[in-house]
């Protein structure tokens, strides 16, 4: 399984930008994938999850509500994160990660990730 990001990079702040995560190996059916970031000197934390086969989505609830939208195309095999409004405290290295299951929070219940994507949003 290999998961790729992209699409990050260096933006203003009230801007927005469009992760994308393409993933190859398996056959998606039955597996969630996962945004989640880690800005310097910080623990990683979850952002978005959605469920391939329901389309269910599951955000964390912080700032990031309501201002990032994760979403997937199947028949591409990619996931997205889209990212309106961004502040400079969203500055962090995004990864994707894929599960077989149902969406979650928990960094540990992936099994498959991404190398990152760094995206830096400037005040």
């Known amino acids: 399984v290999q998961l790729v990001e992209s699409g990050g990079g260096l933006v203003q702040a009230g801007t927005s930008l469009r992760l994308s995560c393409a993933a190859s190996?398996?056959?998606?059916?039955?597996?969630?994938m996962g945004w989640f970031r880690q800005a310097p000197r910080k623990d990683r934390e979850f952002v978005a999850s959605?469920?391939?086969?329901?389309?269910?989505?599951?955000y964390a609830d912080s700032s990031m509500k309501g201002r990032f939208t994760i979403s997937g195309d199947m028949a591409k095999n990619t996931v997205y994160l889209q990212m309106n409004r961004l502040k400079p405290e969203d500055t962090a290295v995004y990864y994707c990660?894929?599960?077989?299951?149902?969406?979650?929070?928990?960094?540990?219940?992936?099994?498959?990730w991404g190398q990152g994507t760094l995206v830096t949003v400037s005040s």
């Open positions: 990660a894929s599960r077989f299951g149902t969406y979650s929070s928990k960094d540990y219940a992936y099994s498959y």
């Open positions: 190996g398996v056959s998606f059916s039955g597996y969630a």
């Open positions: 959605i469920s391939w086969s329901s389309g269910g989505t599951y």
